[in-house]
């Protein structure tokens, strides 16, 4: 598996893509290295006119199992501001990649993996996997997005609750959460995240595109400003090649009973 740095591989897989954390011995914990690999997988995958969707897991036993503990003691305040704004760029750069990026989480997602799950649009998960925030365990608080993400994505309550008591969540509470979208046995996680992106990736790469930005500014502005920017959004897409041939397609089924429009 052709790898970007020392703990970030990157395999293309047609109109997919998957991206593996390789620091299994660490847990995939996350350091300026692991930052920097996948900053540049990402990157690298903007280019990859191909790639419709993103897979981003762990290897071995853990997503991430964090922040990297030991490269962090020692900071001083400066140093941890400037490691908590590289890694809130990262993980930016991953929600605002142009395509959906879904997460395997494959075991532990805890802190720093929390945040990197939470910065992907969909979250599929092992029975295995375990998630949460343990920041204040060791008095600080999630440092790339987690007080912010985890708020958006299960309401404020039950984020407080996770931030507050660094307690770890099963896969199964997750889901009812909202914070994971599907839990699969482990031996199915890869096989129906590639079957979920494959649909996606079939789908008009435009028009997803627009969804996600479109979603993505919901939960930032007024309902107001929203509405206005899906309806220049979804006048764009009548500019779109996709739309004349989709539409044509579904005048031409309309007699099909199990074609249904929208």
């Not at 502005?221 to 009548?238: D, I, K, M, R």
């Amino acid at each position: 598996m052709p790898h970007v740095s020392r703990f970030v591989s990157l395999e293309l897989e047609g109109d997919l893509a998957l991206v593996t954390l390789d620091r299994p011995e660490a847990l995939n914990a996350l350091n300026d290295e692991v930052l920097a690999g996948l900053e540049g997988a990402f990157f690298a995958l903007g280019n990859e006119r191909a790639v419709r969707a993103v897979i981003l897991t762990g290897a071995g036993k853990a997503f991430a199992a964090g922040a990297d503990i030991k490269a962090m003691a020692d900071f001083t305040p400066l140093e941890a501001r400037a490691f908590a704004q590289r890694g809130q760029r990262v993980l930016n750069l991953i929600e605002d990649f142009p395509h959906p990026v879904l997460a395997a989480v494959n075991g532990f997602a805890l802190g720093g993996g929390c945040e990197l799950a939470m910065a992907c649009d969909l979250r599929i998960a092992s029975e295995q996997a375990r998630v949460g925030q343990p920041e204040v365990k060791l008095g600080i608080i999630p440092g790339f997005g987690g007080t912010q993400r985890l708020a958006r994505i299960m309401g404020r309550s039950f984020a407080k609750y996770l931030l507050f008591t660094g307690e770890a969540i099963s896969a199964a509470r997750a889901l009812e959460l909202g914070l994971f979208n599907e839990v699969v046995a482990p031996d199915q996680l890869l096989p129906r995240c590639r079957q979920i992106a494959r649909i996606i990736a079939s789908r008009a790469p435009v028009a997803v595109a627009y969804c996600k930005v479109a979603v993505n500014l919901a939960t930032d502005t007024t309902l107001g400003h929203g509405l206005g920017h899906e309806a220049e959004l979804f006048a764009q897409t009548f500019a779109t090649t996709d739309q004349k041939t989709g539409m044509r397609a579904f005048i031409e089924k309309r007699d099909d009973p199990s074609f249904q429009g929208v």
